[in-house]
């Protein structure tokens, strides 16, 4: 079971990775449509003209494109559905443009499709791991990685299934998907151990459990709060490096929106894990807060958490410096999980390597 539990996990990165390639090809397309679109458009509104209803299915056209010409990912969708209203009044053959945005949409619904099988082999993999050790799959790095990586792509397939706009996104979702798998295969990987003794507690899946699920948050969280950094200084009119990657995200506002959702969720989450976590020390060691180093860097991360829904809720500061500090609580979050368990010693040295 162990080994199969492997196998499917590393079939699952190689499709997160196809995912990540098919989202990359929607973006090569929907930016060669930008630049074809426009003369297509006014051909067809031109050869429209007292056709009735087929000169309302180019005006259709043509506005949409227009849309898609400023980058914006609901633009494309809004293309695709004049186009072929366009089509359907007048009768004319599709342009280079709207096969272009169709072939566009299909990679993009292909790329969220394999995001699902991927999602669903890296379920496999965890239920796998959690019959072959006889425990829940959180005992050390690797499984820790894996489970928190598993919770932020179905959060992220629940985000996408609400709002299907946002599918742009998904390239910057699967990248980091691929960067976290493939990191705990090929480097934190860690054959199947007994629980230390420290770990066999009812605790175990209370406190354990919620940081895993507010960690899967703060990292689906923490991709719209970079993005939103680069389309807002391309909405801005900044066109150098990285903002013209986000030329053809959704809007910064919709995903600075989605950004405070997510921390809005998981902050009580983190919250209630961090309280629990403190119960248990109590029970095991005989006192609740001891500054060990993942506590210490559990603090810092909470505190840095709250100071962004703070920012976030006060109308003078910016939505950059709120998103800063969402980015840099990830950061925290990262530096817990990986630079604590490998560079530091304490009572949390379980991690596995």
Do not use: C
């Amino acid at each position: 079971m162990s080994a199969l539990s492997d196998q499917v996990v590393s079939i699952a990165t190689l499709v997160y990775l196809l995912a990540m390639i098919s989202h990359a090809v929607e973006y090569a397309l929907g930016n060669s449509r930008a630049k074809v679109a426009a003369a297509p458009a006014r051909e067809l509104v031109g050869a429209a003209v007292g056709g009735g209803s087929g000169a309302t299915g180019a005006a259709g056209s043509g506005s949409a494109t227009g849309a898609a010409e400023d980058g914006g990912s609901t633009g494309t969708a809004d293309g695709v559905a004049g186009t072929g209203g366009g089509a359907a009044g007048g009768g004319a053959a599709r342009t280079p443009a709207e096969r272009t945005a169709r072939r566009a949409a299909l990679a993009g619904w292909i790329a969220v499709a394999l995001t699902a099988v991927g999602a669903a082999l890296h379920l496999v993999g965890l239920v796998t791991r959690g019959i072959a050790a006889e425990r829940m799959p959180w005992g050390n790095m690797y499984e820790f990685v894996l489970t928190v990586s598993f919770i932020g792509v179905s959060a992220w397939l629940v985000v996408l299934w609400k709002v299907p706009s946002l599918r742009r996104l998904g390239l910057f979702l699967t990248l980091v998907m691929v960067l976290l798998v493939a990191t705990a295969e090929l480097v934190l990987y860690t054959p199947i151990v007994p629980l230390v003794p420290a770990l066999n507690s009812y605790w175990f899946i209370v406190h354990v459990s919620t940081v895993v699920f507010a960690s899967g948050l703060f990292l689906l969280g923490s991709v719209p709060a970079a993005t939103y950094l680069m389309r807002a200084g391309y909405e801005r009119g900044k066109r150098s490096f990285p903002y013209t990657l986000a030329k053809k995200l959704p809007a910064a506002a919709s995903l600075e929106r989605l950004t405070f959702v997510l921390h809005a969720f998981a902050f009580p989450l983190f919250t209630f894990a961090v309280i629990a976590g403190a119960i248990w020390a109590e029970a095991a060691w005989g006192r609740p807060w001891g500054w060990d180093p993942k506590e210490t860097w559990s603090f810092i991360s909470w505190v840095i958490y709250a100071g962004y829904l703070h920012a976030r809720a006060t109308p003078s500061v910016k939505r950059n410096v709120a998103a800063w500090l969402a980015i840099l609580g990830f950061l925290t979050v990262m530096m817990n999980l990986f630079g604590v368990n490998i560079f530091f010693e304490g009572l949390h040295s379980y991690g596995g390597l």
